[in-house]
């Protein structure tokens, strides 16, 4: 973990209420895909969590969802403005057990953090698959660029407006080396149950400090408490205990 001051050099909508930001800054605590960051905002005492999406030399991408005052204030910020942030935060994906064929599962901003293991598992010429689910047309973001990685995606919508009719399960493919995934507990639930192979799942979980001290994220796993933040997010498959 490192605290440090990035500026901002995007800030632009994706969709109705997904918002890319691109900031610079010194970005070498990060060491795997899945990491995180934690944002300071004036006036705001907790800082907001945010997936990394994209990792280029100093510049590193976020892409956030407007949920909240500390969100929407990120929305209206410009250009050349400056945060307060704490980066390499959490434990991210391991890439050494994918296999030739990885299958990455995203749903609505679990999106985000499968983009820059996408682009390292094309970088060991990985065959790779990516779902990603939406509930409807409107809220599609990054097929594109994922499709620009040489990945095969496939995307779904709960409504049926556009790819595959119904949920992320309802396109997985029967042969596949290793699942990743990110995104609600309801579909990581039900990826869980329809996967074939061992997996890393990435949890979505609110948190406290980001760093392990308030231990407001931990979650009971087979191995006894973890803290999403510090021993996460990402959890491998077999140590993960669902709760009824």
């Known amino acids: 973990m490192k605290q440090g ?34 944002i300071k905002l004036d006036g705001l005492y907790l800082r907001r969590p945010i997936s990394l999406c994209d990792l280029n030399g100093k510049e590193m991408t976020v892409i956030y969802k407007t949920v909240g005052k ?32 990885p299958l990455l599962i995203g749903g609505g901003v679990g999106v985000p953090p499968l983009y820059l293991l996408a682009r390292r598992l094309k970088e060991q010429s990985r065959n790779v698959t990516v779902i990603l689910g939406f509930n409807t047309a409107d809220e599609i973001f990054y097929e594109d660029e994922f499709k620009r990685l040489g990945c095969n995606v496939q995307v779904t919508t709960a409504d049926g407006s556009y790819g595959v009719k119904g949920f992320v399960t309802d396109a997985m493919p029967g042969e596949y080396s290793y699942i990743y995934t990110c995104g609600p507990e309801p579909m990581l639930k039900a990826v869980y149950r329809a996967s074939k192979t ?3 799942f990435s949890f979505e979980e609110r948190m406290g400090c980001g760093f ?11 191995t006894g408490y973890k803290r999403i ?9 077999e140590e993960i205990l669902w709760e009824d």
């Open 5 to 38: 001051y990035f500026d901002i050099a995007e800030n632009i909508k994706l969709t109705k209420n997904i918002f890319r930001m691109k900031l610079t800054g010194d970005t070498s605590a990060f060491t795997a895909p899945g990491q995180f960051l934690n």
């Open 70 to 101: 500390g969100t929407e204030k990120m929305s209206f910020m410009p250009a050349g403005e400056r945060l307060d942030i704490l980066t390499g935060l959490g434990n991210g994906y391991d890439l050494e057990k994918a296999g030739d064929r």
């Open 198 to 200: 061992s997996g890393q």
């Open 212 to 222: 392990g001290a308030c231990m407001g994220c931990s979650c009971k796993t087979v």
């Open 229 to 237: 933040c510090k021993d996460g997010p990402v959890l491998e498959k």
